[in-house]
């Protein structure tokens, strides 16, 4: 489990709530992450807190998915690299919540291609088919900026950051 703690104290799952405390509605920067490895009390501000092991690396995010009509209206999912399954559940790396319509676990998959540099949107294994733009995803389709994806009763404008015109630089490869 990886916890952080938001700016008023309060610690919570960054798995189930992403960096938005659910007490609060606070957004939280990642460095305040940790995992479960080890225990060692460590001072912060005249009290003894848990520290739960080194702290993870940042995985940058790569693009957005912002909700433009549905329960989560305004809200952005960060999409990271790689794979990013969609779906209702906690486990689910883009969770949304709100709209029953959207299968619980892997109603869609939106996936980053550092090498290639692009996005494609795939259907999930679940019941629930994905739309892009009002077409249904039978096999992998590659996003375009402002494409709009719609699952369940839910419409998502999809905001690519990596691509042609920028990448996150691998620090490994420079050296």
């Given at each position: 489990?990886?916890?952080?703690?938001?700016?008023?104290?309060?610690?919570?799952?960054?798995?189930?709530?992403?960096?938005?405390c659910?007490?609060?509605?606070?957004?939280?920067?990642?460095?305040?992450?940790?995992?479960?490895?080890?225990?060692?009390?460590?001072?912060?501000?005249?009290?003894?807190?848990?520290y739960?092991g080194?702290?993870?690396?940042?995985?940058?995010?790569?693009?957005?998915?912002?909700?433009?009509?549905?329960?989560?209206m305004?809200?952005d999912?960060?999409?990271?690299?790689?794979?990013?399954?969609?779906?209702?559940?906690?486990?689910?790396?883009?969770?949304?919540?709100?709209?029953n319509?959207?299968?619980?676990?892997?109603?869609?998959?939106?996936?980053?291609?550092?090498?290639?540099?692009?996005?494609?949107?795939?259907?999930?294994?679940?019941?629930g088919?994905?739309?892009?733009?009002?077409?249904?995803?039978?096999?992998?389709?590659?996003?375009?900026?402002?494409?709009v994806?719609?699952?369940?009763?839910?419409?998502?404008?999809?905001?690519?950051?990596?691509?042609?015109h920028?990448?996150?630089?691998?620090?490994?490869?420079?050296?």
């Amino acid at each position: 489990m990886s916890l952080i703690r938001c700016t008023n104290g309060h610690m919570f799952s960054s798995r189930r709530h992403r960096n938005v405390c659910p007490y609060c509605n606070v957004m939280v920067e990642q460095e305040s992450k940790f995992n479960k490895q080890s225990f060692v009390g460590v001072e912060e501000d005249d009290k003894t807190m848990p520290y739960l092991g080194e702290i993870d690396g940042v995985n940058p995010v790569t693009g957005w998915l912002v909700c433009i009509e549905g329960p989560q209206m305004g809200r952005d999912y960060r999409i990271l690299s790689e794979k990013n399954f969609i779906g209702r559940a906690e486990e689910m790396h883009i969770r949304i919540i709100g709209d029953n319509t959207i299968s619980a676990r892997n109603h869609a998959v939106i996936v980053y291609d550092p090498k290639k540099r692009n996005f494609f949107l795939l259907p999930g294994d679940a019941s629930g088919l994905a739309y892009l733009n009002n077409e249904a995803v039978y096999t992998p389709t590659e996003l375009a900026a402002y494409d709009v994806i719609q699952l369940g009763s839910s419409m998502f404008l999809f905001i690519p950051l990596c691509g042609v015109h920028f990448e996150w630089e691998n620090n490994q490869s420079e050296e």
